[in-house]
């Protein structure tokens, strides 16, 4: 355990303890390391949530099969990343969505009763664990909005405008495949495919295999905004 102390302490859940602090919490019980293969399954749909989990190394997706039988990925998480802290506490707390691990993953798996002893003794953890479970539920709840929007080209538009925000450049650096891509916003790759030459021959957009630019900035926010 002691050499992930540094990985702890770096986590913004953590970060209010010193290296010592975290080295003395973790010599007690009520935590799990587990190692999980590419591709397999960390949490099954509706399967109850018991411990908060930190991602070590590795890539947790969240994803859900429709019922047109397509994949779609809600969200990704990476090292450093906790799982679980809006559902832990909850009367009703099974995962709506099943949990998967892109590459081979560390996952910390901290039982309940350590977690609700950390919000009781220190004041720094309880104000870190809040802003945890508001911050994902304003990424849940943008998610959901995009998800809501009726056509492919909104999905990606919503996608290209944020994305240009976060990365501050009209060339946007793809971290994912289109098929990956297509997965994130819950559509089809062959009509992703469709959507983006659309785009292109309206001068809206070019991109390869690797970004995607927006020439026409303003004409997508105003298609954005329709």
């Given amino acids: 355990m002691e050499d992930l102390i540094p990985m702890l302490a770096s986590t913004s859940l953590f970060r209010c303890f010193s290296t010592k602090e975290l080295s003395m919490l973790f010599e007690k019980e009520h935590y799990r390391v587990k190692q999980y293969a590419k591709n397999a399954v960390i949490h099954?749909?509706?399967e109850k949530c018991v411990s908060l989990d930190i991602v070590l190394r590795g890539t947790v997706l969240v994803q859900k099969i429709d019922s047109n039988g397509d994949m779609l990925t809600l969200c990704s998480f990476m090292a450093g990343d906790s799982i679980g802290e809006n559902l832990l506490f909850s009367h009703n707390n099974p995962y709506p969505m099943t949990m998967t691990a892109k590459y081979d993953?560390?996952?910390?798996?901290?039982?309940?009763?350590l977690i609700l002893s950390l919000c009781q003794s220190n004041s720094g953890f309880l104000e870190n664990f809040l802003q945890s479970i508001f911050d994902k539920t304003l990424?849940?709840?943008?998610?959901?909005?995009?998800?809501?929007m009726k056509t492919i080209r909104q999905c990606m538009i919503e996608f290209l405008l944020y994305e240009c925000r976060?990365?501050?450049?009209?060339?946007?650096?793809?971290?994912?495949?289109?098929?990956?891509?297509?997965?994130k916003l819950g559509v089809q790759r062959p009509s992703l495919s469709r959507e983006l030459k659309k785009m292109r021959n309206e001068n809206l957009i070019a991109y390869d295999a690797k970004s995607?630019?927006?020439?026409?900035i303003e004409a997508l926010k105003r298609l954005h905004t329709e």
Wanted: no cysteine.
């Fill in 166 to 183: 976060i990365q501050k450049n009209t060339t946007i650096r793809l971290e994912v495949s289109k098929k990956e891509l297509a997965e």
């Fill in 44 to 46: 099954f749909q509706n």
């Fill in 139 to 148: 990424i849940l709840a943008g998610k959901i909005q995009l998800l809501s």
């Fill in 212 to 216: 995607i630019t927006i020439i026409n």
């Fill in 105 to 113: 993953t560390d996952i910390l798996h901290a039982d309940k009763e």
